[in-house]
Each structure stands twice: as structure tokens, then as C-alpha cells.
């Protein structure tokens, strides 16, 4: 730093009050040795110098944006409009705090409130909350809420196609509370959980069943049958979901579902090497008082004159400490505005439209390589624009292959499930149209 604020007399009065007599007596504790290490640094750079060295460096990554992408596994490849950055982007946005004094927040609250309302639009249920961090943690702390509930019941039970690193998630959430985490064993024979699976599971104590739709593995799950089995016990229904697919496919909440959870990164957020994402989280007007996170609401003043404010603040642990519903405590605010803003853009309409894109592209991705005699598609069931193929050749072997061309190639998944080796994960989107899908089949069928 050039500017040091402590005067010559600050630093004398802080040295006195530990007894010391020089900074250089702060550094004792360290060993001389390594108190002053030899610096081996390039010559210094001018600005124009380094932005073209830096500009170098960052063209050797493989991004999503400059070349075709077919890895999905819970972050895709969308197109963002320029209007939501241009909005994101804004000072009354981009540097907001918390709006809990909603007399200067108005702007902030109205966002908030206008994303509640599309998430509950796109999910099919009554309440979301204001976002939490991303899928992972927006499904343990919707599992975690239908345990909080007053009968207690401890046990969740997850379906085997479920994320992994989601399920991962939730065993830590629930660790050391007394929470039993059950997982339904992974159907390898076609990627589709049957409803009777659950059946063992099925008691007093169940407090929810988890399922992903789509899965993991792309395939669409059948929800209300498995919704049907987890009401059969007086137990609730956690679904995860990908919400681009819900432009085509039945709403969560029309086929049984009590919450809904999923990863928001598709609506209008860059993957940016990973993120920031955003975590969607939706329940029935009934669990609203354990629904973590932040609410906005509509309230009128004294004059009939409508505002925007948080609502129910007593779950949230600036006020109730220990006993608040979840310990979470932030969201990721700006990316749900870009989400509310893509939305918006596109409207139904557009929604639907790119998600009849991505199955297209999916099917026809599909189709393509199943042709070549080199793959093999292994969902039994319908699958939207994801799904899992055999491949003669190796996966890690495949990938280093496409990534020669230029290609990003899918998910090896004997990475995650050694049961798993010799498949891949794939996806499309509207970002892989047909003559990137062609390009794919080219290089992955050419050995």
C-alpha cells in the first residue's frame, strides 16, 4: 500500500503498549531464515504489458463460450442476454446490502419479490424464498425443512440418481443431529428410479423422500408416483430440479412435490469456472414458517400505499440466534436478479422455446452418435437434453481427444462410481446446435 494511516506517534503508542521496541521485534517469532525469502519475480511490467500477458495466459483455458461445451452434471451452457448484465451491472444493485430497511431498498425488494414470483411460476408451487448459495445447499436445507417440522420425523431418503455431490451435501447438513440419511441404491440398468424402490422405506418416521427431476443421469423421473408413496406415510416430497427443463415438462408441484429445490446457474448466470451460482428453494404456503432464507413481501403503509418489505424475519437468525430455522446466513442476491431478469426477457414463451431447443439438440446428439456403432445410449426411460452413453473407448481417453479439437467433451463417471467406468455423462443445449453436434460425432467416432 502507498498510504499507511498510523502516524509515526500511533505506531510508538502501539509498540509501548506491547512492550516492544521496533516493528522489526513483531517478527521475532519467525525464524530469520525465512524471515526475508530470496524473490525469484519477473522483470515488473507496464499495464499494456501485462494486460496482453495476462490476455495470453487466459487464451489457453477451454471455455464454454469460445468453444462448444457438452458438460452439463448440474452446470450448463446458456445463452445470457446483454440485458441482464447491463442490469446486474447497475450501482443500485451491484454494491446493495441486505434490504432490511425497506424505506432505501424499495428497488431491492421489488427484484426480490418480482423472482419469488417467476420461481413460484416456473415450479408450480405457492412460496419461494429470496435464494440461497446453489443447488447443493438449496436441496439439505429444503430436506432439513421438512425435518424441523413439529412431528419430528428424522429419517430422509434419497433416490440413487440423485446429484452426488448434492447427496454429499445433505449428509453433512443432517451429521451429528440425529438425522438418518438413507440412499436408495443407483439403477445402473437404465438411470430411472422405480417408485417401489422406496417401499423398505416407507414408516412413521420418514420425514421426506428426495428425488431429482431430471436426474443426474438425465432421465425424467416419475414424481408423482414417488410423491404418491412419501404422502402414503404422512411424509413430504424434496425435488431437485433443473429449471430450464421446466419450460417443457410438468411442473414439480403439479405431480405431488411439497418443495422444490434447484440449481438457478442456468437462468441468466455465466458458469465462470464454477461461479457465483444461485440456489433455488420453493415449498406450499403451508411449510412458509420453516422456509430458510429471506422472504420478500408486499405490506401497505398507513395510507393504503403498497411497499415492498422482508417478511417473516423471526425465522432468520439475526433475530432468533440458535433457534432460527437454518443457520444459512446470506443469498446470493444479484444472481437471483439476473435470473428475474432473464426470465423476464425471454417470458413463457422464450422459456419454453429453449427448452424444446435443448431436448432437441439432446435427442438429435443422441441419435448422431448412437449411429456411429461406437455408442450406446443407457437411459431406459425419456431423458430432456442429458443423458448417458457407453463408449468403446476410454472416457479420460475420448475427452483428451475432443479437447485436441477444440471440443469440451462430457462427464467420465467412473470418476465418480467405479460401477460407472467406461460411461460418460452428456448434455446439449441451444449453445450446441447441429453443426457443433456433427463436429462432436466427427471427432469421438473417428478412431
Do not use: W
Not at 417401499?199 to 423421473?221: H, R, S
Amino acid at each position: 500500500m502507498t498510504f499507511n494511516p498510523h502516524t509515526t506517534e500511533d505506531r510508538q503508542a502501539m509498540l509501548a503498549a506491547t512492550g516492544l521496541a521496533s516493528i522489526e521485534a513483531l517478527f521475532g517469532a519467525i525464524p530469520e531464515d525465512v524471515r526475508f525469502p530470496e524473490l525469484s519475480l519477473p522483470e515488473p511490467l507496464s499495464e499494456q504489458e501485462a494486460f496482453r500477458r495476462l490476455s495470453e495466459l487466459s487464451a489457453r483455458n477451454l471455455n464454454a463460450l469460445d468453444n462448444p461445451s457438452f458438460l452439463g452434471a448440474g452446470s450448463y451452457t446458456h445463452y445470457v442476454p446483454a440485458a441482464v448484465q447491463q442490469i446486474t451491472f447497475r450501482g443500485e444493485f451491484y454494491t446493495a446490502y441486505t434490504p432490511y430497511q425497506p424505506e432505501v431498498a424499495q428497488g431491492t425488494l421489488q427484484a426480490i419479490y418480482e423472482y419469488q414470483t417467476m420461481i413460484c411460476a416456473l415450479t408450480g408451487m405457492e412460496v419461494s424464498n429470496a435464494s440461497l448459495y446453489d443447488g447443493a445447499t438449496a436441496l439439505a436445507e429444503g430436506a432439513l425443512l421438512t425435518i424441523s417440522l413439529p412431528r419430528k420425523r428424522t429419517r430422509v431418503v434419497i433416490a440413487g440418481t440423485v446429484h452426488p455431490n448434492y447427496v454429499n451435501v445433505v449428509r453433512t447438513y443432517t451429521s451429528g443431529i440425529g438425522v438418518e440419511v438413507v440412499q436408495v441404491p443407483l439403477p445402473v440398468d437404465g438411470f430411472q428410479t422405480d417408485p417401489a424402490a422406496f417401499d423398505e422405506y416407507l414408516n412413521d418416521n420418514l420425514a421426506c423422500i428426495v428425488v431429482q427431476y431430471p436426474n443426474f443421469f438425465g432421465t425424467i423421473e416419475d414424481v408423482a408416483a414417488i410423491a404418491e408413496k412419501a404422502h402414503s406415510v404422512g411424509a413430504n416430497l424434496v425435488v431437485s430440479t433443473y429449471p430450464t427443463s421446466l419450460g417443457l415438462l410438468k411442473p414439480p408441484g403439479e405431480l405431488g412435490a411439497d418443495v422444490v429445490t434447484g440449481e438457478g446457474q442456468p437462468l441468466g448466470n455465466a458458469q465462470s469456472f464454477g461461479g457465483p451460482v444461485v440456489g433455488i428453494l420453493a415449498t406450499q404456503q403451508r411449510l412458509v414458517r420453516q422456509m430458510p432464507g429471506r422472504l420478500a413481501g408486499i405490506a401497505y403503509d398507513s395510507e393504503g400505499k403498497r411497499g415492498f418489505v422482508l417478511a417473516l424475519q423471526t425465522r432468520e437468525q439475526h433475530i432468533r440466534r440458535e433457534k432460527a430455522t437454518s443457520n444459512i446466513c446470506t443469498n446470493q442476491g444479484l444472481m437471483a436478479l439476473a435470473a428475474s431478469v432473464y426470465l423476464s426477457t425471454l417470458g413463457p414463451k422464450g422459456v419454453r422455446q429453449i427448452a424444446e431447443i435443448c431436448y432437441q439438440n439432446g435427442h438429435y446428439l443422441a441419435k448422431q452418435l448412437e449411429a456411429t456403432g461406437k455408442f450406446k445410449v443407457l437411459n431406459s426411460g425419456e431423458y430432456f437434453n442429458e443423458f448417458v452413453v457407453r463408449c468403446d473407448e476410454a472416457p479420460a481417453d475420448l475427452n483428451r481427444r475432443l479437447q485436441d479439437a477444440r471440443i469440451i467433451g462430457g462427464l467420465d463417471l467412473g470418476e465418480i462410481d467405479p460401477q460407472l467406468n467406461g460411461m460418460m455423462l452428456l448434455s446439449a443445449t441451444e449453445m450446441t446446435g447441429k453443426a457443433a453436434i456433427d463436429r462432436f460425432v466427427e471427432v469421438a467416432s473417428a478412431t
